[in-house]
């Protein structure tokens, strides 16, 4: 089982930026992809990103592609979600999560994933 803890989240005003990390400890698995989703109030958990660990393929939602850059630190075991050009709607509780890969598409739900951080709340002022 892999423990992951957030930080990063914060109030930041449209335009600017803002960026997440997410630590990983325990034990991981062979062809682990790590994701970040996000989730606002009354809505659908919802896909943003992830990063196959073992080469660094990585993969966006529409929504963030652009804006939004996905990367790992090996030595810290550490991912990052560097945001940019921050919208309003971006408002979320962010979530990190650790799963095995299979595919692009399965990697983009939920359900792929069997570990997951507590989340951290962005905030996006207009």
């Known amino acids: 089982q892999v423990q992951l803890v957030e930080s990063g989240g914060g109030l930041a005003q449209a ?6 990390s997410c630590a990983a400890s325990g034990r991981t698995s062979r062809n682990n992809a790590m994701g970040w989703f996000r989730q ?3 809505k659908e958990r919802e896909f943003v990103t992830f990063i196959r660990w073992i080469d660094g ?3 966006y939602a529409d929504s963030v592609k652009g ?3 996905i ?13 940019n050009t921050l919208k309003a709607e ?3 509780v962010y979530y990190c999560a650790a ?5 692009i598409t399965r990697s983009t739900r939920p ?3 069997n570990s997951w951080g507590q989340g951290t709340q962005v905030t996006v002022s207009s």
């Open 111 to 113: 359900d792929n994933y």
């Open 67 to 69: 804006r939004f850059t």
């Open 15 to 20: 335009g600017s930026s803002l960026r997440l």
């Open 57 to 59: 393929m990585t993969y």
């Open 99 to 103: 799963g095995e890969f299979y595919s």
């Open 40 to 42: 606002a109030p009354g």
């Open 71 to 83: 990367s790992r630190d090996n030595a810290k075991n550490t991912v990052y979600l560097q945001m």
């Open 90 to 92: 971006d408002t979320a």
